[in-house]
């Protein structure tokens, strides 16, 4: 009596084989059915309901095998984390049986074979089988050392995603309408670099670490004429002061020691395109004058050579620090700054976009549950309480925190939901400092606290922002700080001498 539970993908060829192709011969599944070994067939089919129908009923005639048809729908048949995923949650539903269970590999593509694979060797142990017209149904025997090379790839390959997540790197493909915001403050970012983004003009940005400056570069690159020409990234912190200067503008061969070979510059490779320069207040001076020859005469000069290059190249930098703070303490060159500074955009912190955090959270962890999909982790959903947590943090460290922080709590919550206990794990606060003269809720009250003052001064710095950030409007303003309408706005304004 034959007691087997078989799971198969339903392919092209076995399709053939129901609509009486002689080509075709029987198929896979239909070879695997006629062996009479199994009681039980679980067909998964990404094809139309139609046709996937009519072969469940045409296989199920084929013997006396019961069949049942899971039907699920794919991006891609070489998705592999969608593949897996699907394959998994059918898994789930048939429960490990108290037989042998067997995957077939011949039907659908290479993709959906290395899912099975994986799955017999890990989580779900099955018996392997393959079949041809030549050879019939035969056991597929996968050596130890193969599975055992190809699985740790998997998982670098998903740790490779993660660590790229983890590190902020934006997309290359990245658009305006990839940055997920709802704030007011946001949509007058984007709304100012989508004008600069078609003009060829330079774009300094501004902002704290973690704020997307990167993500920001890529989607004016990719609004500009020049997007299907080179976007280069360089990381001016990250090159040491005796190599940026090869590294900008190429050298040639024997120029200085260790300069094997002749070598195109960023400039150079950038031609026609956008290099966008992060940190670039951490440039050195004299690198900086050459930088400045750059702009203004389009052209560079390698290390080692007396010949100059015609480069086009549309710059966008980019900054943790305030460069005019930078100019005023000496630490850049003023020619410079006016040089980059046509066009300046303020990246926010996380702290000022109102109502972005709660879109940011959804769309962060979605990002970690698909990195972590190829590995076979469930995703992850996050409950209330834990999600309050996340929206009363400071985060400091902006979106790379955030990121962060769900990336942590995800791999330490061993259930689908994420709660409370394993947010406050993931989060890293920040030691607390000594208070300072400007800290207003840490003053000692060894002397008189001037708290009218105090509180005035809290009232009329956020007055004057929730003004500035929606541009006068007072009903704007008024939702920003919570007030039931803007009559109480202007209240307070004249109540603090705030003008509009």
């Not at 070489?78 to 998994?88: C, K, L, P, S, T």
């Not at 020619?335 to 709660?358: C, M, N, Q, T, W």
Request: hydrophobic content about 40%.
């Amino acid at each position: 009596m034959p007691n087997d539970v078989l799971v198969t993908w339903i392919g092209r060829t076995d399709l053939r084989a129901a609509s009486g192709d002689q080509e075709a011969g029987p198929g896979p599944i239909a070879q695997a059915v006629q062996s009479g070994r199994y009681q039980l067939v679980h067909l998964i089919s990404d094809f139309s309901p139609g046709d996937s129908k009519a072969f469940t009923k045409w296989i199920a005639s084929q013997g006396e095998t019961k069949v049942c048809l899971h039907t699920v729908k794919l991006s891609s048949p070489i998705n592999f984390g969608e593949i897996y995923e699907r394959v998994v949650e059918i898994l789930e539903t048939i429960g490990k049986p108290t037989t042998q269970l067997t995957f077939h590999l011949s039907p659908g593509t290479p993709t959906m074979a290395s899912v099975w694979i994986l799955l017999a060797k890990t989580t779900y142990p099955a018996r392997l089988i393959q079949s041809s017209p030549q050879n019939g149904v035969e056991e597929a025997d996968i050596p130890f050392d193969i599975s055992a090379e190809f699985i740790p790839q998997l998982l670098l390959r998903s740790d490779e995603r993660l660590s790229a997540l983890a590190m902020g790197s934006a997309a290359e493909d990245a658009v305006f309408e990839s940055i997920i915001h709802r704030s007011a403050v946001m949509k007058r970012v984007i709304e100012q670099a989508r004008r600069i983004a078609i003009r060829s003009i330079p774009v300094l940005i501004e902002g704290e670490s973690g704020t997307g400056k990167e993500l920001m570069a890529r989607a004016i690159h990719h609004a500009s004429p020049r997007k299907d020409k080179p976007f280069i990234i360089v990381n001016c912190g990250a090159i040491s002061p005796e190599l940026v200067e090869s590294e900008f503008f190429g050298h040639k061969k024997g120029s200085f020691t260790g300069a094997v070979a002749e070598r195109k510059g960023h400039f150079e490779l950038a031609h026609g395109g956008t290099i966008f320069l992060d940190e670039i207040g951490e440039l050195p001076k004299p690198v900086q004058v050459k930088l400045l020859r750059t702009l203004q005469e389009g052209e560079v000069t390698p290390v080692g050579s007396s010949e100059a290059k015609k480069v086009d190249v549309r710059l966008v930098v980019a900054t943790n620090r305030t460069l005019m703070h930078e100019v005023a303490s000496g630490n850049f060159r003023e020619d410079l700054f006016y040089r980059l500074a046509v066009a300046i955009i303020k990246l926010p912190p996380l702290r000022e976009r109102a109502g972005d955090l709660s879109l940011l959270i959804d769309a962060l962890l979605k990002q970690v549950n698909e990195a972590s999909a190829p590995i076979g982790l469930k995703p992850k959903k996050i409950s209330v309480a834990a999600k309050n947590l996340l929206l009363n943090h400071a985060w400091p460290g902006n979106i790379r925190e955030l990121l962060n922080t769900l990336q942590r709590a995800t791999v330490w919550s061993d259930d689908e939901t994420i709660g409370q206990e394993s947010i406050r794990e993931a989060i890293l606060e920040a030691p607390k400092t000594h208070a300072s003269p400007d800290d207003i809720l840490n003053r000692p009250l060894d002397s008189a606290v001037p708290l009218e003052n105090l509180i005035a001064s809290v009232a009329r710095h956020y007055l004057q922002r929730a003004l500035e950030q929606t541009r006068g409007n007072k009903t704007q303003a008024a939702t920003l700080l919570g007030f039931r309408n803007y009559q109480t706005l202007t209240n307070w304004m004249e109540k603090y001498d705030v003008e509009r």
